[in-house]
C-alpha cells in the first residue's frame, strides 16, 4: 500500500521556521520524485517545491525567494522542506505527492500519482 505521511506543520509567528516531513512508503523510493503543494483558504493549489529521489534533482517556485529548501534522506524514505522567514501568505494546508520522474512541469498537480493527507502550517502576525 502506498503511503505518504506529511507532519510537522503547526503555528508560527512570522518570520519563523518549520521543518515538514514526507515519510513515504509502499513504493521504491529512489524511482519517484516528491513534490510539496499547498493549498491556503480559498485558493487554489499550488506547487512549492520537487526534488528527484534518485539525483536529487530540486525545482521550487518562484515566489518563495529562496526561503524554502527541499532534502531527502534515502535511508529513511522521507523528504523534509525546511521553511524559513514565514510569512502570514505561507498559511495553507501543505501536501507532498509522489510521482515518476520525467513527467514534465515539476509543479504540475495532475502529473502526480500519490498524495498525502497534509498538514497544516499557519502563520501569525
Known amino acids: 500500500e502506498v503511503q505518504l505521511q506529511a507532519s510537522g506543520g503547526g503555528l508560527v509567528q512570522a518570520g519563523g521556521s518549520l521543518r515538514l516531513s514526507c515519510a513515504a512508503s509502499?513504493?521504491?523510493?529512489?524511482?519517484?520524485?516528491i513534490g510539496w503543494f499547498r493549498q491556503a483558504p480559498g485558493k487554489e493549489r499550488e506547487g512549492v517545491s520537487y526534488?528527484?529521489?534518485?539525483?536529487?534533482?530540486?525545482a521550487y517556485a518562484d515566489s518563495l525567494e529562496g526561503r524554502f529548501t527541499i532534502s531527502n534522506d534515502k535511508a529513511k524514505n522521507t523528504v523534509y522542506l525546511q521553511m524559513n522567514s514565514l510569512k502570514p501568505e505561507d498559511t495553507a494546508v501543505y501536501y507532498c505527492?509522489?510521482?515518476?520522474?520525467?513527467?514534465?512541469?515539476?509543479?504540475?498537480?495532475?502529473?502526480?500519482?500519490?498524495w498525502g493527507e497534509g498538514t497544516l502550517v499557519t502563520v501569525s502576525s
Open positions: 505527492a509522489a510521482r515518476i520522474p520525467s513527467s514534465g512541469w515539476e509543479f504540475e498537480d495532475t502529473s502526480y500519482d500519490y
Open positions: 509502499g513504493f521504491t523510493f529512489e524511482d519517484y520524485g
Open positions: 526534488i528527484e529521489n534518485d539525483d536529487g534533482t530540486t
